[in-house]
């Protein structure tokens, strides 16, 4: 089965911190933080794990006078909020009493049912006001945090995620997921439709599960597939007062559901930042992607000169994905559109197969002898072995010694030989590195109680031990 990761949305007036706890609890400057409020103009994403969790965290844009039309109504924004997020985080100013903009959050948030947790920010600062000033705003789980030094994060996370199921290994069925991915009006729906239409064994029709994503499941040749259209992202302008709003959330939950994601682009509008903000998410997320040029057909002069000459224009633009294939279609005149579901059974394919270590190993060895990795005196990285420990994506995992001083672009050098050796065309591979000695380091710090982890849990368990001697007590002496 398909899973999908929870979202937490982090809500709040302008200027109470929001995007300082995002950068935080995501532990990487992702979001503008100044002084000025109202700083942040887009939702920004980020991936967290914590104690075996993972979710998505929503940083959204401050909110303002609903009046200012540079700005989202602050109705629609937690609407939305609510409608999208598993979990909300409603941040208010530890060193402002409350206002009626704090009344009116988080009543909406309340209202949504979900669980809500009230972080009180900045809780560093002399002058804080105590817990109970916020009390009154009805929300029961009250944390205090200051985002700018780093306290508080841990306590919010851990009661994040006891809201939110365990991460686990779902048991993969035989359903192959293809998401449609892109802006709105770059075809999308016409494809879905035509896709669709294309087949005679439709199986089911299921509009509507998830606000904003459609289903429909096919039977090609051997394989069912299940395709999801997306609303899609919206483009930051005007009409969207600079804000993408929570349509992002949707299309992460169909990029994270599926197998496969063709991300469409209109040919008569090519290379958008957005484009490329897609495309790294899907690629952060581990998914299959190629990139499917829509509209074809409105291309006045097409030929083959054109296709030779915008593809390069798209590859320069998407180079931070070279593995991803293009292919240009039209829904209109059915050019390409069954090659898209060949494409994605070749993807699928690719994305499972397995290597054998001793071509990975000997492949390493070579790469060392032609390209020895640098490092700083007397601290050269050695890479000793490298194994292949998961498939979708492919996952490889190289052991050795002082591998924090292995640079990125070595990285990228071990990553286009691996994919030279192997065929990964249309899938991500990822790479972790195992350092012997920090992970013996570890264990000797585990061993005697000095890794922080354990030694919080000792803590805790000899707390619970002394707390069960008196309540015994109490109960004998009573």
């Known amino acids: 089965m398909a899973s999908k990761l929870p979202t937490v949305a982090i809500i ?22 100044a002084r000025e409020a109202g700083t942040t103009r887009d939702n920004v994403l980020g991936r967290v794990e914590h104690n075996y969790h993972t979710f998505w965290l929503v940083d959204t ?57 009230l972080v009180t920010n900045k809780a560093d600062l002399k002058g804080h006001l105590p817990t109970e000033e916020f009390k009154r705003l009805g929300i029961k789980t009250i944390l205090q945090s200051s985002a700018e030094h780093n306290q508080g994060i841990i306590e919010i996370l851990d009661e994040i995620v006891a809201h939110i199921p365990l991460k686990h290994e779902e048991t993969p069925d035989e359903v192959l997921r293809v998401a449609l991915i892109g802006r709105p009006n770059v075809g999308k729906s016409y494809l879905f439709n035509t896709l669709a239409g294309k087949q005679q064994a439709l199986v089911a029709n299921i509009a509507g599960t998830t606000r904003d994503v459609n289903r429909v499941s096919i039977r090609y040749g051997a394989r069912d597939i299940e395709l999801l259209d997306t609303a899609g992202m919206r483009k ?15 299309t992460l939950q169909a990029i994270e559901e599926a197998d496969v994601c063709f991300l469409l682009m209109d040919a008569n509008e090519l290379n958008t930042q957005l484009d490329q903000r897609l495309a790294g998410i899907i690629d952060e997320a ?11 057909d409105s291309v006045e ?11 390069p224009q798209i590859s320069r633009a998407f180079k931070f994905t070279p593995w991803a294939p293009l292919i240009f279609t039209s829904s209109v005149t059915g050019q390409n559109v069954t090659k898209l579901f060949d494409l994605a059974l070749d993807i699928d394919a690719r994305r499972k197969q397995e290597t054998k270590t001793r071509v990975l190993n000997d492949m390493l ?35 050795g ?68 001697i008196a309540a015994e007590k109490l109960d004998q002496d009573v």
């Open 12 to 33: 709040g007036q302008a200027n109470v911190g929001k995007s300082s706890l995002f950068n935080r609890m995501v532990r990487a400057q992702q979001a503008i933080v």
């Open 61 to 117: 844009a401050g909110l303002k006078d609903p009046n200012d039309e540079f700005e989202a109504s602050i109705q629609e924004q937690i609407t939305e909020a609510a409608d999208a997020a598993d979990v909300i985080l409603v941040v208010v100013d530890s060193n402002q009493y409350v206002s009626d903009q704090d009344r009116f959050v988080a009543k909406k948030a309340l209202r949504s049912k979900k669980p809500v947790i």
């Open 286 to 296: 581990g998914k299959g992607m190629a990139i499917v040029v829509s509209k074809w």
């Open 236 to 250: 930051p302008g005007k009409q969207e007062v600079g804000i993408e709003k929570f349509s992002v959330l949707r």
């Open 401 to 468: 010694s002082n591998l924090k001083f292995v640079h990125w672009s070595y990285k990228r050098y071990l990553e286009r030989l691996l994919r030279e050796t192997y065929n990964y065309a249309g899938t991500p591979i990822k790479f972790s590195f195992i350092d012997e000695k920090q992970v013996k380091s570890n264990k000797e710090r585990v061993s005697k109680g000095l890794d922080p982890v354990t030694k919080k849990y000792k803590e805790q368990k000899e707390k619970e031990r002394l707390e069960k």
């Open 365 to 399: 060895q070579k790469a060392i002898q032609r390209h020895p990795p640098s490092g700083l005196k007397n601290t050269h990285p050695k890479l000793r072995y490298m194994v292949q420990t998961d498939t979708t994506p492919p996952w490889f995992v190289i052991h």
């Open 301 to 311: 002069g097409k030929d083959a000169y054109t296709r030779d000459a915008i593809a």
